[in-house]
């Protein structure tokens, strides 16, 4: 008998896998969690019905919310995760060796502990003695840690549950007040085709808080459409101006210094939503 997972992108739109394993499922405190086993992207991170991560196209999205961030700033020595349980994020950002101390604020500790049995590839870094793990709200932690941060990477689910909050003005502005003078963040801001309003609200909100807003996209091929976008908002450096090249020994399978420029090269569509009033 053949198996599938098939998640409700919108409610008339499904993506479906052929599943060879359940690896795990439990019903957290904040969400249903399972890993599947694929036979398209092998293991997979499933919360709420919704797919998170995969071991076939994490690299896409894990590289592409930390490094255009990370090579804009001069020298991230503190970074936090913000949600980014399955330790993706983290391990990028440890590929920066002037990183001294990476935060995890992930709301879920079933998310951390499933992922480092499940997904070791991604989940790996989390036991990195710089890395410094807080399970609970991450908006509630980065209000007690102001001006911390040299860069804060927001890393959370969609819109809903625990993450709502995360995509408001009033995190918004919690992140900018976390950051130190010269600092900068990352949101994942969903997708440009499906979620053009939550993404145009990011926007718009990061750009009353922030003097310097950028929006990027990536392919993600298990992310709804295809097509994904993260928003880079920044109190002083400009992603496209101040950028910093790979140290020798730098290893990527998506994120490129070409890449970092082109990314922000938006189609028109894009151009559009963002300008709207
Ligand atoms: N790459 C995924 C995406 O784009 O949807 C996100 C991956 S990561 C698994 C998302 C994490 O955000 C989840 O583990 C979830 O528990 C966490 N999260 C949601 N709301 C949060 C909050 N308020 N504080 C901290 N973590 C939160």
Known sequence: MELWYTEEQTSSLRFSCKVKETLATAQTPYQHLA????????PMLVLDGMVMT???DEFVYHEMISHPALFTHPCPRKVAVIGGGDGGAIREVLKHPQVEKAILAEIDGEVIAQSR?????????????KVEIHVGDGFAYLKEHKGEFDVVLVDSTEPVGPAVALFSGDFYATVCAALKPE???VAQTESPFYNQEILAGAYKGLQAVFPKVR???????TYPSGLWSFTLASKEYDPLVNQRQPHA???SKY?????????????KFVQELLSRP
């Open 35 to 42: 890993i599947i086993d694929t036979e398209a992207f092998g």
């Open 54 to 56: 995969t071991i076939a």
């Open 117 to 129: 049995k499940f997904l070791p590839e991604i989940a790996g870094a989390l036991a990195d003695p």
């Open 183 to 185: 600092g900068l963040m």
């Open 215 to 221: 929006t990027y996209l990536a392919s993600i091929p």
């Open 249 to 251: 020994g730098f290893v």
């Open 255 to 267: 994120y490129t210094p070409e890449l970092h420029r082109s990314c922000f090269v938006l189609p």
